[in-house]
């Protein structure tokens, strides 16, 4: 993050610190934005919104009322609406979080804290060689509300997620 914000476009972005906002991005007055944190043009940033440190939010992202988004690449015209958790995760393009949905970034439930991924469908399990990974959301993915992408998933490009739907691919079948 901080190679990326040395590399900015001169004129281009106010950067206090180590936050660096896009002339042309709208953050309300009661956003909080930590650093480092790059937020691309055209960017919205509602009010209660929590960027914790370590984020890259590209060009025409939405990011709600009550959102906190932690240490996170967010592409091209995503939305996450209001009430969303998103940790660790890479974020496609195009994708929508609807309200209160959730991207886990952490194993609560067993003491063996690596994050595991599941290489393909009903394919093994792999160690990540991290105790703090959310998720890789494909480009298009449509994630309903409520919903809980558990730590490490992998969302193919226009998956769709149901409504109060928990995707764990620890778990097979889910």
Not at 66 to 92: M, P, Q, R, Y
Not at 136 to 145: C, E, F, K, T
Request: charged share 20%; glycine share 16%.
């Amino acid at each position: 993050m901080r190679r990326l914000l040395a590399g900015l476009p001169a004129g281009d972005y106010v950067v206090e610190g180590e936050v660096a906002v896009h002339r042309s991005a709208r953050v309300e007055p009661g956003a909080v934005l930590k650093g480092p944190l790059i937020l691309g043009a055209d960017c919205f940033v509602a009010a209660g919104a929590y960027l914790r440190g370590g984020n890259w939010v590209d060009a025409r992202c939405t990011i709600g009322p009550s959102v906190e988004l932690k240490s996170s690449f967010v592409f091209e015209g995503t939305a996450l609406a209001h009430f969303n958790f998103v940790g660790d995760s890479v974020i496609g393009a195009g994708v929508n979080m609807e309200a209160g949905s959730i991207i886990c970034n952490h194993r609560n439930e067993r003491a063996y804290k690596q994050i595991l991924v599941r290489s393909g469908e009903g394919g093994s399990l792999q160690g990540t060689g991290c105790d703090k990974f959310g998720a890789l959301v494909g480009d298009g993915a449509r994630i309903g509300a409520n919903a809980v992408i558990a730590p490490g998933a992998l969302l193919v490009p226009g998956r769709v997620v149901d409504r109060m739907t928990l995707v764990d691919e620890e778990l097979p079948g889910r």
